[in-house]
């Protein structure tokens, strides 16, 4: 089997595949290829090839198909691997997991956004920024009273999910201060680290296509 990714080492959502492919011992099977898309730009052509949408991650197949978006890609890649299982086998596993992927995208797309829209400078939206706000600190009060079952759960795809939302947080809102706020989830995703493929997968910037520093405004409280 030969796949390529269409990757970038600062994509919290390339960064959930790379992570899996780590999981499922895939890493050797797949050549990452640096592709650098940006939403506030001209679509990179050699993405739209395989996507029309030209959006990262996009995995071609061997057999020329493609597959994206990453929750699509992560679930390919557990499905092939019968000696991993990231998606529980039970309905109530499932839907449960799908849940916490979602929750866990959801609050990326907004960490993505927010930091869109604070680049605009001057013309960002104060209506826009506050809504973000809001759904960042529901996001993570969520997560804090759900750790129980969150941590009673084996590792699957919501945990992932989950994972690179809070890594995107302590790489472009570092300071903001959310662990005190949310001692059980910071404790949660600070052992986690120790997990081999979470601390191969570590976000990096690489300037390519980069907005620039952007202060954020997001700060919490100490509990």
């Known amino acids: ?48 090839i395989d996507n029309p949408l030209a959006k990262i991650p996009t995995l071609v197949l061997d057999d ?5 978006d990453s929750a699509v890609i992560c679930e390919y890649l ?14 109530d596993g499932r839907f449960e997991c799908l849940r916490w992927q979602a929750l866990g995208d959801g609050l990326i797309d907004v960490l993505l956004f927010w930091r869109i829209e604070m680049a605009r400078g001057d013309k960002a ?19 804090e009273k759900e750790m129980p079952q969150l941590a009673a759960r084996g590792f699957g795809l919501g945990h992932v999910a989950i994972a690179c939302a809070l890594g995107q947080l302590n790489f472009r809102f570092a300071g903001c201060g959310w662990e005190a706020k949310h001692p059980r ?11 081999p493929s979470i601390a191969a997968t570590v976000v990096q910037d690489d300037d390519k ?15």
């Open 125 to 143: 939206s104060q209506i826009i920024s506050d809504g973000y706000d809001v759904k960042v600190r529901a996001s993570l009060a969520c997560l």
């Open 209 to 223: 296509l980069a907005m620039g520093d952007i202060v954020m405004p997001l700060r919490f409280e100490a509990a």
């Open 64 to 68: 020329g198909r493609t597959l994206f």
């Open 1 to 48: 089997m030969s796949l390529k990714l269409h990757w970038s080492p600062r994509s919290p959502f390339v960064r959930k595949v790379m992570i899996v492919l780590h999981e499922t011992g895939l890493t050797d099977q797949v050549k990452c290829v640096r592709s650098p898309v940006a939403v506030a730009a001209v679509p990179n052509p050699d993405v739209l």
């Open 78 to 91: 557990d499905a092939i691997t019968p000696q991993t299982q990231l998606m529980p086998p039970d309905l």
């Open 185 to 195: 989830l910071a404790a949660w995703y600070d052992a986690l680290q120790s997990r």
